[in-house]
């Protein structure tokens, strides 16, 4: 089946780095989709990756390993705002979205 | 401008009532989507219109219908509601077809229907 795997939640500090990874099983493989998800809110896009390697933007990096089903979203410097959840998603060969659960981010001074 | 915006944001209702949610995108895409976010924060699709036809209708049961008058509207209506019916609902839009560059989903702000 296709499934997708994100830890429930991490804790960091403000001003330091942090890594959320996420593997993926899918039916075929399109793409990679980190979206951020503050509460209460809708989720809002950060980031694409189909080739292999890293992607920067910003305070924001995004990596993905095809033949690993693995990816990750490195947030640098950061800032109580980043505090959200952030999901993971994979595109499958029909190009639909298998969504993971999302990562909780806790922010602490 | 909201991109995507949706109404009402709340709901709160009786079990057995129909009620609707409205959704509207001004980003000129061809794809939308109703997604049902529930209290585990699975974001699961539950329909997926592309150019007012409908492409992808997962396991729902049939007091879900939705309705797409044109590509810039999907709204969904839901008959006889339950309790498991309480979750927040997400449109969303896309540029729909198979350029992976365009496959960018954009939500709307969600709407928190609560079945009491």
């Known amino acids: 089946g296709q499934n997708i795997d994100q830890p429930t939640e991490m804790t960091a500090t403000e001003g330091a780095i942090v890594q959320i990874n996420c593997t993926y099983q899918t039916s075929g493989f399109n793409g990679l989709f980190w979206y951020q998800q503050h509460a209460g809110e809708a989720p809002t896009f950060l980031s694409y990756n189909v080739l292999d390697g890293l992607e920067e933007k910003g305070r924001f990096s995004s990596f993905l390993s095809r033949s690993k089903g693995y990816s990750y979203l490195l947030l640098k410097e950061l800032q109580m705002k980043d505090s959200a959840s952030y999901l993971c998603a994979a595109m499958d060969s029909n190009y639909q979205l298998i969504w993971g659960a999302g990562t909780k981010l806790i922010i602490k001074p | ?116």
């Open chain 2, 1 to 116: 401008d909201t991109a995507v915006s949706q109404t009402p944001k709340y709901l709160v209702t009786q079990m057995g009532n129909d009620k609707s949610i409205k959704c509207e995108q001004n980003l000129g895409h061809d794809t939308m989507y109703w997604y049902k976010q529930d209290s585990k924060k699975f974001l699961k699709i539950m329909f997926s219109y592309n150019n007012k036809e409908l492409i992808i209708n997962e396991t729902v049961p049939n007091r879900f219908s939705p309705k797409s008058p044109d590509k810039a509207h999907l709204n969904l209506h839901i008959n006889s509601l339950e309790l498991g019916d309480s979750a927040v609902y997400f449109c969303a839009s896309s540029r729909g077809g198979t350029e992976l560059s365009g496959n960018t989903i954009y939500f709307g702000e969600g709407s928190w229907l609560t079945v009491v």
